[in-house]
């Protein structure tokens, strides 16, 4: 049983730093590309970034480039994604998700962020 269970989102705001967490079980972590989407109120999913099975090769958005950074700790089967200089555009609930852009189908409960001053 595939599970992806987010945390760190919260209440933060412009300018502020966020570090999200990814807790994966029920597969080998290790053998499977990662990735974060988000999706605001009223919008649909936006690919976030992508990270590799070895955590060397990684990819983002436009929207977040420079500002993200999408890691990953084989030993402990967790996804991260570093949130800096954070936005209030970036508010939406974040998921992390097995695979390629989540197309898998297996992507976790979400954790809300929201950037507000």
């Known amino acids: 049983q595939v599970q992806l269970v987010e945390s760190g989102g919260g209440l933060v705001q412009p300018g502020g730093s966020l570090r999200l967490s990814c807790a994966a079980s029920?597969?080998?972590?290790?053998?499977?590309?990662m990735s974060w989407v988000r999706q605001a109120p009223g919008k649909g999913p936006e690919w976030v970034s992508i990270?590799?099975?070895?955590?060397?090769?990684?990819r983002y958005a436009d929207s977040v480039k420079g500002r993200f950074t999408i890691s990953r700790d084989n030993a402990k089967n967790t996804l991260y994604l570093q949130m800096n200089s954070l936005k209030p555009e970036d508010t939406a609930l974040y998921y992390c998700?097995?695979?390629?852009?989540?197309?898998?189908?297996?992507w976790g409960q979400g954790t809300q962020v929201t950037v507000s001053s």
């Open positions: 990270i590799n099975t070895g955590g060397d090769n990684t």
């Open positions: 029920g597969f080998t972590f290790s053998s499977y590309y």
């Open positions: 998700a097995r695979g390629i852009g989540g197309q898998e189908g297996y």
